[in-house]
């Protein structure tokens, strides 16, 4: 066999090494990723599944520095905010699942067919932590105003925006229910009682069910199901309000596996899928299929603000500027 020969072997034979597997950039917490595993490769044998899983923020800047090499075939429940980021690039591969006719309107891209689509939301909320609370005889807030108060300083942890997709939706509602200049205003008066800045949204929320600190700005699910699991925490829903993002998924453009990333797509606005982010999540894309879900409040939907996401998308390298300007020194180290 000649050298060139032997060279294209083994290039076919490492194509189908890989055949069937589809690389998958994900933000979604790492404890949901192997049911949505199983459940896909279920569905279609013979294709796999390989994530590669971190923030929002580190995601969508790793998706924009691969954008002339892509390494990803799809990004699977990463914010909408983001991909209407990475469709203004030119990053994604329009494409409309089956069935999309289930899906709600404000879940979908407006172009036909979408860019992306929304499978479920999160909204933030408020961890509480009732034992640490009592023992320092402080009242449970109530509200965004409240955490600026003096009683709390040292108190609060929030996620960095730049690094998470919690602590952007956080940061770009805010600006969006109070106006900048009000809105920068709090930011700089909740600055002063914030302890630090992680580089998670969950991570908020296990600082309180530890004790470590007693409020985290997180998100209602993981708020949830701490408290399912025995944490003496209280989900509070800000009275003022709650931003919001959208769970969403898209094919990255120039992919070599398109069949198979359709396949992910198709099953990620299945039944079979909503039923399991109905577990978790109490905001799906198909509504028919919503849950209650145990200690969030029933009223969540009616605390979810008019959100502006490409106005979010649009003004997020600005925003994100501004905001590590102002409060990064009080960002915990990154990992790595």
Partial sequence: MTTLA????????AGAANAGEITVYTALEADLLPAYKASFEAKYPGTTIRWV??????????????KNNPQADVVLGTAATSLLLLDAE???????????????????????????????????ALCVNTVEMEKRKLPIPASWADLTKPEYKGLIVMPNPASSGTGFLDVSSWLQMFGDEKGWAFMDALDKNIATYTHSGSKPCSLAASG?????ISFEFRAARLINQGAPL?????????????????????????????KLMDWAVSDEAMKI???????????????????LPADLKAKLIDNKFD???????????????????KSEPKKG
Avoid at 6 to 13: E, S, T, V
């Fill in 90 to 124: 030119g990053m994604l591969a329009p494409y409309a699942p089956e069935g999309m006719k289930k899906i709600e309107a404000r879940f979908l891209d407006k172009n036909t067919p979408p860019a992306w689509v929304g499978t479920n939301a999160w909204a933030a």
């Fill in 53 to 66: 899983r971190d923030s929002t923020g580190i995601i969508t800047a790793k998706l924009l520095a691969e």
């Fill in 6 to 13: 032997a060279a294209a072997a083994l290039l076919g034979l």
């Fill in 212 to 216: 470590e600190y007693p409020i985290g």
């Fill in 277 to 295: 982010y109905a577990k978790n999540y109490a905001i799906l894309a198909n509504a028919a299929l919503e849950e209650p879900i145990k200690n």
């Fill in 234 to 262: 209280v989900a509070v829903i800000p009275a003022e309000g709650i931003g919001w993002d959208m769970e969403a998924s898209a094919i990255i453009k120039g992919t070599d596996n398109e069949a198979d990333a359709k």
């Fill in 311 to 329: 106005w979010a998308a649009a003004n997020r390298a600005q925003i994100l500027q501004e905001w590590q300007r102002r409060y990064d020194a």
